[in-house]
C-alpha cells in the first residue's frame, strides 16, 4: 500500500479545480476547495453542515468553521478564507439546496467518505494528474504549501491537531527535491 502524497504544483490544483467547474460540478469544486483550504480530514467536512459556517439570520459567512474532530474530539476552529468562500457562492448561486448538508448525497444526508475518494479520485485521473490522488491527499496539500510558504512547522502541526511533530514531517512529504532546493537556494 502506497502512502498519499500532497498535491505539490499549483497548476495541478488549478486542474483539479477546473475539472469541476468545467462540468458545472460545484457541489464537488466546494468539496475540494474545503478540503484544500481547511485542513480538515475529509470526515469532518462531509458532515459540515449549513450552519456551520453561514449566519442564516445575519446573512453573511461565519468566521470561522468550529467543530470537535470527528477523530481526535480535539476542538478547531478554522478561518473561512475567500477560496471557501468563493466555491460555496459559486455553488449558493448555481443549485437550489435542500439539504442541511454541504455536501448532500443523492439518498438523502451527506456524501460518503468512499464516495469523497471517488469524486477527488476521478478527478485527479480524468485531470490529467499523473499521479493518484485521495482525499488525504488534499489535507496533506495544505500542509506541504503551508510549509513552502515559510509557515512553522509547529504552527502547521497544530492547525492538524498533530500529538507529535514526526506525525507532522509525513504529512508535508518532503522529498529529495524538497531538498535539493534548500540546498541550491542557500549559499552561505
Same mark, same amino acid.
Given at each position: 500500500?502506497? +502512502? ?26 466546494? /468539496?475540494?476547495?474545503? !478540503? ?6 475529509? !470526515?469532518?467536512? $462531509? ?5 456551520? $459556517? ?55 444526508? @451527506? ?17 490529467? /494528474?499523473?499521479?493518484?490522488?485521495? !482525499? @488525504?491527499?488534499?489535507?496533506? +496539500?495544505?500542509?506541504? @504549501? ?9 504552527? $502547521? ?5 498533530? !500529538? ?7 504529512? /508535508? ?14 549559499? /552561505?
Amino acid at each position: 500500500m502506497s +502512502t498519499t502524497q500532497p498535491i505539490r504544483k499549483y497548476a495541478d490544483i488549478r486542474k483539479l479545480k477546473e475539472y469541476f467547474l468545467e462540468r458545472g460540478e460545484y457541489r464537488d469544486y466546494m /468539496l475540494v476547495s474545503v !478540503c484544500l483550504n481547511s485542513a480538515l480530514r475529509i !470526515c469532518d467536512v $462531509i458532515n459540515l453542515k449549513w450552519t456551520d $459556517i453561514f449566519d442564516k439570520d445575519k446573512k453573511k459567512f461565519k468566521k470561522y468553521i468550529e467543530l470537535n474532530e470527528k477523530k481526535t474530539g480535539k476542538s478547531t476552529a478554522i478561518f473561512i478564507n475567500n477560496q471557501i468562500k468563493n466555491a460555496v457562492n459559486l455553488y449558493i448561486k448555481n443549485v437550489v439546496i435542500k439539504s442541511e448538508y454541504l455536501f448532500p448525497s443523492r439518498k438523502g444526508g @451527506h456524501i460518503t467518505r468512499y464516495r469523497a475518494f471517488e469524486i477527488i479520485n476521478k478527478a485527479g485521473i480524468n485531470a490529467g /494528474l499523473d499521479y493518484n490522488i485521495s !482525499c @488525504h491527499s488534499l489535507r496533506k +496539500t495544505f500542509g506541504y @504549501h503551508a510549509w513552502k510558504k515559510g509557515i512553522q512547522p509547529a504552527v $502547521i502541526m497544530n492547525i492538524y491537531n498533530h !500529538c507529535s511533530f514526526s506525525i507532522t514531517k509525513r504529512y /508535508l512529504g518532503i522529498n529529495q527535491e524538497d531538498k535539493d532546493e534548500v540546498f541550491r537556494d542557500l549559499e /552561505l
